[in-house]
Nanobody
Framework: QVTLVESGGGLVQAGGSLRLSCAASGGTFSRYAMGWFRQAAGKEREFVAAISWSGGTTNYADSVKGRFTISRDNAKNTVYMQMNILKPEDTAVYYC???????????????????WGQGTQVTVSS
């Protein structure tokens, strides 16, 4: 059974930074691309960033390019997202997710991920 646990969310002022972590257990973490998604209140969940199984390829939503950086440490079974220059519109619950099959690309479609964490709240005040 695969379990994903996010941490690192919180309340921050606009312009500040946060670093999210997602610790995985079960399965072979290093063989799977990972993604971050977010869901703001009253809105649908949306793609934020993804990283390939090796870490060599990353993919970002246009809204976070240049501000967020996704990375992973396969020795620690953990994926990270460094979020800088945060804006009030970044306020959301952030979820990490694992691709449904090994060695596949770091895509932006939810349907390509079949394991999800419980989410961590990020609130950016203006």
């Amino acid at each position: 059974q695969v379990t994903l646990v996010e941490s690192g969310g919180g309340l921050v002022q606009a312009g500040g930074s946060l670093r999210l972590s997602c610790a995985a257990s079960g399965g072979t973490f290093s063989r799977y691309a990972m993604g971050w998604f977010r869901q703001a209140a009253g809105k649908e969940r949306e793609f934020v960033a993804a990283i390939s199984w090796s870490g060599g390829t990353t993919n970002y939503a246009d809204s976070v390019k240049g501000r967020f950086t996704i990375s992973r440490d396969n020795a620690k079974n953990t994926v990270y997202m460094q979020m800088n220059i945060l804006k009030p519109e970044d306020t959301a619950v952030y979820y990490c997710a694992r691709r449904n099959n090994p060695l596949l690309a770091a895509i932006s479609y939810e349907s390509g991920y079949n394991y999800w964490g419980q989410g961590t709240q990020v609130t950016v005040s203006s």
